[in-house]
């Protein structure tokens, strides 16, 4: 991984091999970011990606492996309870055009993943909602 700081944005590089969750939190708390939209692209091995059932209060995760593109992958960097935190959706397709996606909980790059990191100048923590079962943004 390498990256470069433009103002109020990071261009990062995430090398094949690499897990794009754990270098995405080693450039937020390196850069001491605490609050941040990210977008990024490029491709995956293996990923695993999940999808909450309301009713149920609960993750359902599937687990994908193979050639895939990132379609898109996208969401925040905050804080909760002062510590670090993302929360990230990522779709990617494979050779035959399908796409799956959900709630990014893990992706090995398998070539390159381009992410750009928009800096936010402010904090906004989160909270555990009971009644969503979800952390939320707390205001």
């Known amino acids: 991984m390498d990256y ?3 103002e109020d944005k990071i261009v990062v590089r995430i090398d094949k091999g690499e897990e794009i969750l754990e270098k995405l939190k080693q450039v937020s708390l390196k850069e001491n970011i605490k609050l941040a939209n990210i977008n990024a692209l490029g491709a ?3 990923f695993t990606v999940g999808v909450f ?4 209060k609960k993750y359902y995760s599937n687990e994908f492996k193979g050639d895939f593109e ?9 804080t909760m ?4 935190y993302s929360h990230l959706h990522m779709s990617a397709g494979d050779s035959d055009g ?3 996606g959900g709630h990014l909980n893990k992706a090995i790059v398998s070539a390159t993943c381009e992410m750009v990191i928009t800096v936010i ?10 009644n969503v079962g979800l ?3 707390k205001f």
């Not at 059932?53 to 149920?56: G, I, L, P, V």
């Not at 309870?81 to 670090?84: I, V, Y």
């Not at 100048?121 to 009971?130: A, C, K, P, T």
């Open 70 to 78: 990132i379609v898109s992958l996208t969401g925040t960097v905050n």
């Open 121 to 130: 100048n402010g904090n906004v923590d989160r909270y555990f909602d009971e």
């Open 44 to 46: 995956v091995k293996e």
């Open 135 to 137: 952390n939320l943004f």
């Open 53 to 56: 059932k309301t009713s149920e």
């Open 81 to 84: 309870n002062g510590e670090f």
């Open 98 to 100: 399908k796409v799956f």
């Open 4 to 6: 470069r700081k433009f």
